[in-house]
């Protein structure tokens, strides 16, 4: 086998490395809307205290001083409302 090919199946196997690497960063973002991370949230904890155990939420608003956040998809999520940043009231639609 010559240098060519041998460059050839290094590159290959980089690219195939990088692309899985890639895949499971992707997915391990997803993760972190789980049954464990809910029971870990309490009344009281800051936005930013949520957004360390859940990360960033998909979608945040805002209302008569109230603000809701909700992190994951349609089919599963968790919904955190706060008010002046304090949790009030916290729900969880189909997580594992």
């Not at 290959?12 to 899985?20: E, G, I, P, R, Y």
């Amino acid at each position: 086998m010559g240098w060519k090919a041998k460059w050839h199946d290094w590159t290959m196997n980089l690219k195939t490395s990088v692309a899985l690497v890639a895949l499971l960063i992707g997915l391990s973002g997803c993760s972190k809307v789980t049954a464990e991370n809910y029971a870990k949230l309490q009344t009281g904890m800051s936005s930013a205290e949520v957004n360390a155990i859940l990360g960033s939420p998909r979608s945040c608003d805002e209302a008569l001083g109230f603000r809701s956040c909700q992190w994951g998809d349609e089919q599963s999520n968790v919904t955190a409302r706060f008010v002046a940043d304090k949790l009030v009231l916290l729900s969880a639609k189909n997580i594992r």
